[in-house]
């Protein structure tokens, strides 16, 4: 059989694909383009953190330097590191929403009792929040310049407003409309 792109196509389709839960976290339409692609290097374990340098031979620091308490890993920079932890409270006192309801990013699809435009900006803010830890960290390495968690957020916030402004096409409900006003987002 002769090969055609077509025939490529054809093949491609065929595949089975894995459906990733995370996915819907990842291409969010108010996500900041930037933070999507750091999420996503995020649930590919793809970001080189101290510990994946050291696998591949580095000769690296192995304490994190958010914190400087504990070795730095995936699990560790975006879940355990108090850095993290504090910039998430911040999201949860702003939107009212435990902050176990926010722990991981597949559990923040489950959110109830909100509706979608709430669950995407809530989304976009925490998408938002792994970008700067990331961030952070890395001017903390590269340049050794601290950035304070309140003043991160602040950032989060601003870039979150502008991307939900030039992005929100539609109308709102009256709940989505004072909800977006409470927080001053629209």
Known sequence: MEYTIANGYNWL???????????????NKYNVPRCEFIIWLIQHKRLLTLDRLKMRGMDAPEVCFLCGSEPESHIHLFQECCFMKRCMQLLVDWVHIPITKLQNVTSLLKLRGISALSRKIIIAHVVGIHYWVWRCRNLCR????????????????????????????GSMSIQDRNWCQMLSIC
Not at 20 to 27: A, G, P, S
Not at 152 to 167: A, G, H, M, T
């Open 13 to 27: 389709t065929e595949m089975p694909s894995i459906k990733v839960q995370w996915y819907k976290v990842v291409w």
């Open 142 to 169: 590269m340049e050794h310049f601290v950035m304070q968690h309140v003043q991160v957020f602040q950032l989060i916030k601003q870039e979150c407003y502008r991307r939900f402004q030039v992005s929100f096409a």
